[in-house]
């Protein structure tokens, strides 16, 4: 018996385990940096983080949707490495799980699961444990090791404190943040590694140049209009903090961000600009993450109004 | 003091503000609507089924309303859903005659089940009938009958049709079917019909239709299907009422003329006439009397063949045949007083 | 190189019968030659039961204005007007024809010479095509002579040649160019005169160097107007729109004909098909097919006869694989997948793909991620995803607003989507209640318009 299907009749062969594949291989570089700055901490940290999203993805689908498991797409292994790159090195383990489940079982699982998801499931169990864990979610180890290491300042409160005009504060040197020898989230360091993989993900196709590229660009022109017109800071703001690991792996998710060329670039502007207002004007001194959530939001409405180029139509 | 001042104040100017511009947009968009249309919305089910036309029931009152301005009556209004008592209230909402419409229910002519209709292809895309429709002729030999892949089923809003497993068939729950006709809508090979409920005003719904809508010749029918009709027109010979046509091969059973005698099931080589179960009752004793008619000719035949020797008939023969006259005599007097 | 500016898919090649040479296919003991081979309104059979025929007797009439004439491909008997069935199963009317011997009307020049001069003028060009039955050969089977007298508002200033074959698999434009160059060109420079234009392009991809030298070197000699484009290889280059964008950078404007852009774009084997109608006197009563596969003993190019069973054709090629899960008539991003080979040869059938099971199969389709590669792939610019949502969820106004009729059902969105979703097998549903809602709506202006104007008149009467 033949098979009758419409056209096309053959496919490109991508699936989504395919595409989160990539992403995680676009992850490695920052998590084997992390490994070297953080030592036990980040492996810790990192495994601790997988091991509960996957976990909570698996007994949420058993037991309380009763559908079939969906771990086989990788997703949950994604949000758990973003996750785990999103907090601090020395992070407690029953912290992190209660970020991964606040990031599966509400940011996604709540939603319907893979795909229907309104914010980004990471940054949602991320800006959970920063609000209801602010001490531990804002001490960041400088060395490696998981308990008792020596904490320090992360280069963005440096900039903050510069800015401000607090005496004797010296500006992080730029090739340290380049590299990664600065405190912070364990991922979020190294700017050199996480733009490796963006450039593995951009030549697989796996995420295209447009949000990254917008993120980063209006980034810099408003870092360098808020931070007293100095390009030093505007690029120090690029390559600190979660500035990097946001613009090329968060606000990339697939499921949170918008649909078309022009779209994505005004989401990436967006979350440029509001990450550098938050920064400069806001309480915290990190802005990544609520900037992105807030652009989630108005994801649905970029959808809506915002429409790709047509082919055919000319404007009048 | 003055903080309790000056929030009374605020809070005051707010809420005047706030009414104020309420009142404005309340006034500037006001639209006048017959308040005879609300009325009547709240008789009808609120089921928005669209069964009656008309998109939701605040359509259906909206028409009820300009009709009963237009022409003093509801004319063919009718809402399946809420049936005669319904309309009943509505009419007598307006201040009109109740009129009355028969009971309809759907129903599926396509029988081909998965034994009588073997598959010669595999469909394999989106999961719709609608689809599958537009992409090629269907995974049996047949063109015509049902797909099986339960466009009615997500179309029914009563939930009274569903797809029996063993069969690939969909069937209508008699008891929640409101005719509303979504399911017929959504084939896309036009095998659902909204038909009476009864042909016949009997407690129990006599019915008796072609489940099949094959248009095929009969012989490409049969090949294809083992239970399709075949367009033979015994059915429409046999029957007394002319009720039966035959066009483009395939018989249809006009459901205002049937009488729901079941002489057409019994006679249907093919079995792709069906009926409801009291019409099945007498079709199985017509078919008994057939069966006892046919073994009494073979019998005489045998008997002519070899006239030397004595008949030690079985009894059970003549017996039967005596039960069937009165109960084919019983059904046309029972159909006189449903008149 | 030059191409098409948005979107596009590069689906594997798998050019498997590229450089094998053109094969002449067994004429059988009898044929079906169904009636409805062109898009627009099926052809009228015009013989019946006994009748003689002889190869390029006239067959089928037009069966309206988007129509064409049939001829017969054989000589012999009519015997019978029955139905077959198309290559989706559908039933059609066809005109089974016994074959004795192999005689041909006598209008019809057999000999190999190339005829370069062109008699005809304009008119008698464009009654030519329609006589001999000449429609796309591309696979849509547009009518020829309908597409060759464009609406007087238009302003026709080029002819472009689509020879870019961007359906994997298939090569039979391809092997056809290799064959018959000269012909191709003299076909075009028939196809300028119809269109009163001195300027064409033969836009070819450039997977095909072998063929774009050819005709290179063919144009070099003596059609100076002619200019051969070689394109980047993409898929859907082969599309009306996007080749006319690629050659010479206009865009069709929606819901406009293509010849707004002064472009009229005829498939190469309609070129050689119109070449042998006008000089040759010869009907459309054969074309080349490609019979291939991956388990395709022999992946072949034929010159079938119209009419042949698609079963033979297989079987010259080695034969349905036993594993086969899937017959396609033309290539595997457009073509039509068949319940089974009791097809006949058409017009529009360039190609039949035999797909091993493992290849025929869909992959399960599971939630769509939003990732956005439907509306990167789709060359109309459209939001594929949305559009396949609102097809299937019946949302009509919101297909329209989306443009869902600007869809060229190309399938780069369902080729690329990572969830295996039916993307193109929703649109394909909603599309046409949406082109049905904006007939219905022109109508009613129209009907309205008629009315008032009619109103004006009468009290201008007054």
Known sequence: ?316 | MNVILIALIALGAIGLIGSLLLYLVAKQFYVYEDPRVGQVEELLPGANCGGCGFPGCHGMADACVKAKDATNSLGTLFCPVGGNDVMANVASTLGLEAGSAEPKLAVVRCNGNICARPKVAVFDGAKSCAVAAATFSGETGCAFGCVGLGDCVKSCQFDAIHMNVETGLPEVDETKCVACGACAKACPKFVIEIRKKSSMKSPTPKRVWVSCVNKDKGAVARKACASACIGCGKCQKVCKFEAITVENNVAFIDNEKCKACGMCVSECPTGAIHATEPVMIVVEKLKAKKAADAAKAKEEAAKKAAEAQAAPAAEAVPSDAKAEPTEVKAEPSAKKTAE | MKTFKLGGVHPAANKLSAGAPIEVAAVPAMVAIPMAQNLGAPSKAIVAKGDKVKVGTVIGEPGGFLSSYVHSSVSGTVDKVDVVEDATGKKVPAVFIKVEGDEWEESINRTKEIVRDIKLDKQQIIDKVKEMGIVGMGGATFPTQVKLTPPPTAKPECVIINAVECEPYLTSDHSLMLAHPEEICIGVQILEKAMGVNKAYIGIEANKPDAIELMRKTVAAGYPEIEVVPLQLKYPQGGEKQLINAVIGREVPSGGLPIATGALVQNVGTAFAVYEAVQKNKPLIERIVTVTGKSVAKPSNFLARLGVPIADLIAAAGGLPEDTGKVISGGPMMGKAMPDTNSYMVKGCSGILVMKNEEARRREAGPCIKCAKCVHACPMGLQPNFLSRYSELNMLAEAEEERIYDCIECGSCQFSCPANRPLLDWIRQGKPKVMGILRQRAADAKAKADAEKAAKEAAAAK
């Not at chain 1, 810099?220 to 946001?246: H, K, N, R």
Request: with cysteine; charged share 10%; aromatic share 12%.
């Open chain 1, 1 to 316: 018996m033949l098979n009758v299907s419409l056209s096309p009749h053959v496919h490109s062969g991508n699936s989504t385990q395919k595409c989160m594949l990539q992403v995680l291989i676009g992850l490695c570089p920052a998590l084997l940096w992390s490994f070297y700055q953080f030592g036990s901490g980040a492996v810790i940290v990192t495994l601790a983080s997988v091991a509960f999203c996957v976990l909570f993805e698996f007994l949420i689908t058993r037991f309380l949707l009763k559908t079939p498991s969906t771990l086989g797409d990788l997703s949950a292994i994604v949000t758990g490495v973003l996750l785990a790159f999103n907090v601090p090195s020395n992070l407690p383990i029953w912290i992190i799980a209660i970020g991964a489940l606040v990031a599966i079982g509400v940011g996604k699982m709540a939603f319907g699961g893979l795909g229907c998801n309104i914010f980004n499931p990471a940054l949602v169990g991320r800006v959970f444990l920063l609000i209801a864990y602010p001490v531990q979610m804002t001490t960041w180890p400088t060395q490696a090791g998981y308990a008792d290491v020596e904490t320090g300042a992360t280069p963005l409160a440096l900039i903050g404190q510069y800015i401000n005009g607090v005496a004797n504060v010296q500006l992080p040197e730029i090739m340290d943040c380049l590299v990664g020898q600065t405190g912070g989230s364990l991922g979020e360091v190294s700017a050199c590694a996480l733009i490796l993989g963006g450039i593995y993900m951009l030549v697989r196709k796996t995420i295209t140049w447009h949000i990254p590229v917008a993120i980063l660009v209006s980034a810099f022109v408003f870092a360098f209009l808020f931070f007293g017109f100095d390009a030093t800071i505007a690029v120090e703001e690029l390559l600190c903090g979660g500035m990097m690991l946001g613009a090329i792996f968060m606000a990339t998710d697939y499921v949170s961000s918008p649909m078309n060329n022009r779209s994505q670039l005004i989401y990436g502007c967006c979350i440029g600009f509001l990450t550098i207002v938050i920064r400069r004007y806001g309480a915290y001194p990190e802005g990544m993450s609520f900037a992105i959530l807030i652009m989630n939001a108005f994801t649905p409405l970029l959808n809506k109004y915002v429409k790709p180029t047509r082919f055919g139509v000319v404007k009048k």
